[in-house]
Antibody, heavy 117, light 108 residues
Framework: EVQLVESGGGLVQPGGSLRLSCAAS????????MNWVRQAPGKGLEWVSY????????YYADSVKGRFTISRDNAKNSLYLQMNSLRAEDTAVYYC??????????WGQGTLVTVSS | SYVLTQPPSVSVAPGKTARITCGGN??????VHWYQQKPGQAPVLVIY???DRPSGIPERFSGSNSGNTATLTISRVEAGDEADYYC???????????FGGGTKLTVL
């Protein structure tokens, strides 16, 4: 059974940093690209970042480019999102999602990030 | 950047058919995926590649895609189908993954 478990969310002040983690199990993690997707309270889904299976290809949404860094450790079956210079508008539930070609076929339960003073 | 447009809400009586549209420029040339999200839960893939169903998704869920509109159809709607539904495509330019704004399905 595919499982994705996010952690690392919490309350942080504007300008602060957080590192999210996503622990994967139930599939060959090193064979699949991964994404981070976020959802602000009461809002829709917003794609944040993509990383290929070997980390050779990485993309970011314009809204986070230069502030967020996606990475993975295939030996540890883990995906990460380093978030710096956080803003109030980054407040959201952050989901990691397994990618199969162009669809996100499995999602974690999400971790809440709140940026507030 | 590519834009997907969904109606904010759709209402349907139990046992009837719900159709949720997703509009985009020449969307028929792209592969469209659909997700169901119930309150407090993570999204679940219900249709991929326009019309394929993942295992475990009822046959009542179907999809089509042509021209400028993709459609998610839910037949014999049940109370448990009440949720937000999002369409998604993969775009070669930024943003890479594009979601529609979401449609809230209300079962009357």
């Amino acid at each position: 059974e595919v499982q994705l478990v996010e952690s690392g969310g919490g309350l942080v002040q504007p300008g602060g940093s957080l590192r999210l983690s996503c622990a994967a199990s139930g599939f060959t993690f090193s064979s699949y690209s991964m994404n981070w997707v976020r959802q602000a309270p009461g809002k829709g889904l917003e794609w944040v970042s993509y990383i290929s299976s070997s980390s050779s290809t990485i993309y970011y949404a314009d809204s986070v480019k230069g502030r967020f860094t996606i990475s993975r450790d295939n030996a540890k079956n883990s995906l990460y999102l380093q978030m710096n210079s956080l803003r109030a508008e980054d407040t959201a539930v952050y989901y990691c999602a397994k990618t199969t070609v162009t669809n996100l076929d499995y999602w974690g339960q999400g971790t809440l990030v709140t940026v507030s003073s | 950047s590519y834009v997907l447009t969904q109606p904010p809400s759709v209402s349907v009586a139990p046992g009837k058919t719900a159709r949720i549209t997703c509009g985009g420029n020449n969307i028929g040339s792209k592969s469209v995926h659909w997700y169901q999200q119930k309150p407090g839960q993570a999204p679940v893939l219900v249709i991929y590649y326009d019309s394929d169903r993942p295992s475990g998704i009822p046959e009542r869920f179907s999809g089509s895609n042509s021209g400028n509109t993709a459609t998610l159809t839910i037949s014999r709607v049940e109370a448990g189908d009440e949720a937000d539904y999002y369409c998604q495509v993969w775009d070669s330019s930024s943003p890479l993954v594009v979601f529609g704004g979401g449609t809230k399905l209300t079962v009357l």
